[in-house]
């Protein structure tokens, strides 16, 4: 009896005693059934993937934004509410696929069922709030552009008028995308660094999937809010990473700004639900600054290298 053994290091961790024409290192979110050939389960590979963290009180907003993207989409719902079944009087969302925890963020969902080896074969994935106005948005329109000006990192434009806290991130009408922008004096400590470039915010940020496999292992097991996030996303992108973070003006959204995530808070101490979650995105926010900061240090120090030597990444 023959005591061969296969050991094959180059597989991925924990798979080295597979032969690797049968390791599967990726997976993906398409349906399939439960009958039938496997390999005629699909008419179609959606090319991108589109999610949303939801309450069903924001059902209509959710059902207007659905129908601006295109069957080469994939949809993706985070329930956070628990309400699930009330979606199916939606025709989309039986074709849809739903995900519900109880009061989580999108941040916290992403990191556990967004895993870059999960989402390897949608080329772009957008990880979208529940509280957008899409009238002036056409993603089909919207990916060509982010292809055109080789965004790896992107967001729409947002309406001047609504919702707005960054320059960056303001609706431009005289161009089709921008990447760099003006900000309040004392802003921007480099006019190629956030928030005056290299810069989205994080309610509706668009990922290529290049970008996201590097974003993902940077979001945090416990922080779950992602205040702080948009300034380090610049870091996931090969320099110079300004000129592959930009805003596309020319499909735009509106910001509704609902505190639908505030409601779900507990009140504690005299105060209101939404004053102790606003005060975890702000406690969430140092917390994530220090660490990154002590990391790259850390890094730097080991290397024998100048920790200042970061600063322009």
């Known amino acids: 009896m023959g005591t ?18 049968i390791v599967a290192a990726e997976s993906d979110l398409y349906l399939r059934r ?43 719902l985070f329930h956070y509410d628990g309400r699930v079944a009330e979606w199916d ?55 060509k552009l982010v292809k055109k000006h080789g965004l790896e990192i992107s967001q729409p434009g947002l309406d001047p008028n609504k919702g707005l806290t960054w320059q960056m991130t303001k609706r431009r009408d005289d161009s089709e995308v921008h990447k760099v922008t003006d900000e309040r004096p004392g802003w921007c400590t480099d006019p190629h660094l956030p928030p005056c470039a ?18 993902w292992h940077m979001i945090q097991n416990d922080l779950v809010h992602g205040w702080g996030l948009d300034f380090a996303l610049r ?8 000129e592959k973070i930009g805003v596309v003006d020319s499909q735009w ?14 009140s504690q101490n005299g105060k209101a639900p939404w004053q102790g979650v606003r005060e975890r995105c702000r406690k969430e926010w140092t917390m994530f600054q220090t660490r990154l900061t002590s ?18 990444h």
């Open 4 to 21: 061969a053994v296969i050991w094959v290091p180059s597989n991925p961790r924990g798979a080295e005693r597979l032969p690797p024409r």
């Open 34 to 76: 439960l009958w039938g050939n496997p390999n005629e389960d699909l008419t179609s590979k959606p090319k991108y993937l589109v999610t949303f963290t939801v309450g069903y009180d924001q059902r209509m907003n959710i059902d207007a934004c659905v129908k601006k993207f295109s069957e080469n989409f994939t949809i993706l």
């Open 89 to 143: 009087e939606f025709e989309w969302s039986k074709r849809a696929i739903h995900v519900s925890v109880l009061k989580q963020t999108k941040w916290w969902y992403a990191k556990r069922f967004l895993h870059p080896d999960i989402v390897a074969p949608y080329e772009y994935i957008f990880i979208w709030d529940e509280d957008l106005g899409v009238e002036h948005f056409n993603a089909e329109e919207y990916i």
């Open 198 to 215: 290299a810069f989205v915010e994080i309610m509706a940020p668009v990922f290529s999937r290049d970008a996201w496999r590097c974003v």
């Open 235 to 242: 870091k996931c992108i090969e320099q110079p990473a300004h």
């Open 253 to 266: 959204i509106v910001h509704g700004s609902v505190p639908s995530l505030g409601s779900q808070g507990e």
């Open 295 to 312: 990391a790259e240090n850390s890094y730097f120090k080991a290397a024998g290298l100048d920790p200042s030597a970061s600063k322009g």
